[in-house]
């Protein structure tokens, strides 16, 4: 559904974005991960035509049968928050402070053609599809008067509201504290209808996405289904963004974990860390949603 291909983004003489190329089938969620300034971002604004003034875009990027990249703006504008839409970090910028919520969600679709008693009620469905308690309340506040996460769900009603075919995250619960956080990274896993999920934190790619591409100095460094990337990295960087992250790098001996420890060698189905602890005797602690793909990654290592 989507492809880009040797996208490369400049300013002036500097290539801060080198022959980046990757797909995204329907209904495919794709984390893009790396460390900061690594261009992360940047690609995904080549592919919204929001580059900063002065930064430029070459290469291919088709949405279907829609080229994005190197189309005059009119052409973009009109896919952008149709076809395709994002979520950026702090949704305090992209809102305006001096509308109210509902009218803002309204807005974008009648933007894009539909009456405006239509998109009023569709926009408060939307903010019950986003699971705002008490939409119609939502519906007539400020900005202001919602919470980090609320605001964060408005905007994803913002970008769900013309049914997009991919939607774009950047960081979105960057902000936001953890249990808040978990329970917007359940809906975006839930509602995206194609994602591409932009994070430097790698316990929330295992949590939403299939797939992952690593970025490193502007380039797509490594890339494959989570669970490959995570237990077989083959590039040095993503060994050691794995052993920074909070997941368990091989080899860590971790605390020993007294109580009721499950059998020696026992793995869930499908544990992404079955291999990375080869020390002792290990086992994956069964608690859901501590790293996405089920499970914990503590390891039970024998008493010293
Ligand atoms: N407007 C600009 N002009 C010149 N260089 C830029 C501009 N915007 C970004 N860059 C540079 O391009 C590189 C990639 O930036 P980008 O924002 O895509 O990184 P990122 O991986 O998204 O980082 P972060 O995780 O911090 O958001 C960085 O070196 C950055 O300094």
């Known amino acids: 559904m989507l492809s880009v291909d040797g996208l490369t983004v400049r300013a002036d003489s500097a290539e801060l ?59 973009i504008k009109d896919l952008r928050g149709r076809e395709l839409s994002m979520v950026f970090q702090e949704p305090m910028t992209a809102l305006n402070p001096l509308m109210r919520i509902g009218a803002q969600v309204a807005e974008v679709m009648t933007l894009h053609g539909r009456s405006s008693p239509e998109a009023r009620a569709r926009a408060l469905d939307l903010l019950g599809r986003v699971r705002l308690p008490d939409p119609e309340q939502i519906f007539r506040a400020y900005p202001h008067q919602l919470s980090g996460g609320q605001r964060q769900r408005v905007m994803l009603a913002i970008a769900l509201a013309n049914e997009p075919r991919l939607l774009i995250c950047d960081e979105p619960t960057t902000a936001l504290d953890v249990t808040v956080q978990k329970q917007m990274l359940e809906l975006i896993a839930e509602v995206a209808p194609a994602l591409l999920f932009i994070t430097h934190d790698l316990a929330v790619v295992a949590s939403v996405c299939e797939r992952v591409l690593v970025m490193y100095g502007g380039r797509v460094v490594e890339s494959g289904p989570i669970r490959e990337v995570f237990t077989r990295p083959r590039h040095r960087y993503t060994e050691g963004l794995l052993a920074a992250s909070k997941l368990t790098p091989r080899g860590t001996r971790l605390p020993t974990i007294q109580g009721n420890v499950p059998p020696a060698g026992h793995f869930p189905d499908g544990c992404v860390f079955r291999n990375r602890c080869p020390q002792a005797t290990t086992a994956c602690e069964q608690v859901p949603a501590l790293t996405g793909d089920g499970h914990a990654h503590a390891c039970w290592h024998p008493a010293d």
Do not use: Y
């Not at 974005?17 to 460390?35: D, K, T, W, Y």
């Not at 604004?45 to 990249?69: F, I, N, Q």
């Open 17 to 75: 974005v080198h022959q980046v190329s990757f797909a995204i089938a329907p209904g495919e969620r794709v984390g893009l991960i790396g460390e900061s300034g690594s261009g992360k971002s940047l690609t995904a604004l080549s592919l919204m035509g929001l580059l900063p003034e002065g930064v430029t875009a070459s290469g291919t990027a088709r949405l279907g049968e829609r080229d994005l990249v190197g189309v005059p703006e009119s052409r």
